[in-house]
């Protein structure tokens, strides 16, 4: 039995020897626990601290995370941890030497093929904090490693940003994104938003995925859209065949290149473009759309992203799509002696023109079916 003075008195006891032990605690080589040595440790551990240092320098690596062992362990004193232990900090630390070997050559190579690790002139690859008192001063919270800085600007078959692409501009405030657009590049004209502006002439002839500070000194990330950006921000017609779920219709119908498939309808010519890259310039789509307007949509939309992808690789993006005005009902016409590998029907009433599709489909063939919470 002890009284609560007492009790306390020991706590504070087991506390001081903790605190006075605070020297004898080590880290893991890994770079996520920190713990900041003594200047009066032994030469050994002011290696190792200055080693971590330097380490830290390159922070593309994510080291993996602790696990419940290792973060416990790594806040012991060393006698107290059995030998077991002692072993798997040993090999870590040894691992993450060899990890910061790697990394260190492969930054010197980056560095002697480009020749060019600076940034190039207008750009700020770093978004940097604004020391005024702009209110701005937190929105770069994205920025760009040190190995990615010695990444050569533009990567083979990218070429520099010109008028006529398709290119997303993004802000990112603590963390969170808090402006998203898509826009063409056009000469003369400018990128407008609530912070600011930047006119296109000053993205034209950046490389892709750059800083640039808006004219109220907000860094915002330039970069081309991807084809999944393009298909959410294109100018639609009916509901389109949402990313997640035209992906999932891929796999079912196990699209691979080469392949011809059947679509309808093709509504904003989302699932189009989608099929499109998944057959490649080998195989083909037909795509039958009932309404006018969404027809022209659909052909308009797939003619803008093949446009901006020209520009972009300086290469075609294959024309392998071929639009029609046609109900699905009663197109056999249109479908005599084809066959098709897979079909995608994403239109109300699937089921109508189920007969007329059916009989074009190689046998094993998948039919998907796209309903507006299911994929069939
Ligand atoms: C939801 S949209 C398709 C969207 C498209 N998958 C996309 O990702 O953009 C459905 C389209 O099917 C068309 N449609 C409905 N019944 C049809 C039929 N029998 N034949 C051809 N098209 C049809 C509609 O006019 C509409 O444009």
């Known amino acids: 039995m002890c009284t609560s003075s007492q009790r306390h008195l020991r706590h504070r006891d087991v506390l001081v020897r903790l605190t006075k032990r605070r020297s004898e605690i080590r880290t893991f080589s ?9 200047e009066h440790e032994d030469s050994d551990s002011s290696g190792l601290s200055a080693e971590l240092t330097s380490r830290q320098a390159p922070p593309a690596r994510r080291s993996r995370p602790l696990s419940p062992l290792e973060r416990i362990s790594g806040l012991l004193p060393r006698d107290a941890l059995s030998p077991e232990v002692m072993q798997l900090r040993e090999q870590n630390q040894q691992e993450a030497e060899e990890d910061a070997n790697v990394q260190e050559s492969f930054a010197q190579s980056t560095q002697e093929q480009s020749g060019h690790p600076e940034t190039p002139a207008g750009t700020e690859a770093t978004p940097k904090e604004d020391e005024s008192d702009n209110d701005h001063s937190s929105d770069a919270t994205t920025e760009p490693s040190t190995s990615e800085r010695l990444i050569p600007a533009t990567l083979p078959g ?16 603590k963390g969170r994104m808090e402006y998203r657009k898509m826009f063409n590049l056009q000469t003369g004209t400018r990128l407008h938003s609530s912070w600011g502006f930047i006119p296109h002439d000053d993205i034209a002839g950046q490389p892709a995925g750059q800083f640039l500070k808006t ?12 084809l999944e950006d393009y298909v959410l921000y294109m100018k639609r017609g009916p509901a389109i065949a949402y990313p997640k779920d035209a992906a999932r ?18 509504g904003s010519g989302a699932m189009s473009l989608f099929l499109s890259r998944a057959v490649g310039s080998k195989g083909s789509v037909l795509s039958l759309e009932v309404r006018e307007d969404h027809h022209r949509r659909a052909t308009l939309n797939y003619k803008r992203w093949r446009t901006s992808w020209n520009l972009r690789r300086g290469e075609e993006w294959p024309d392998n799509v071929q639009f ?20 995608a029907l994403d239109l109300i009433n699937p089921h109508l023109v189920l007969t007329t599709v059916i009989p074009h489909l190689h046998p094993g063939a998948v039919c998907a079916v796209y309903l507006a919470k299911c994929v069939y």
């Open 249 to 266: 219709m891929l796999m079912m119908m196990d699209v691979t290149e080469g392949d011809r498939v059947l679509e309808s309808g093709s």
């Open 215 to 226: 004219s109220l000194g907000a860094p915002v990330l330039i970069r081309r859209a991807s």
């Open 158 to 173: 990218e070429s520099l940003l010109v008028p006529g692409e398709l290119l997303v501009a993004e802000l990112y405030k």
């Open 324 to 343: 029609h005005k046609a109900d699905l009902c009663t197109a056999s016409s249109l479908l005599a002696c084809q066959g098709f590998h897979s079909v």
């Open 30 to 38: 890994t770079g996520l626990v920190k713990c900041k040595e003594s």
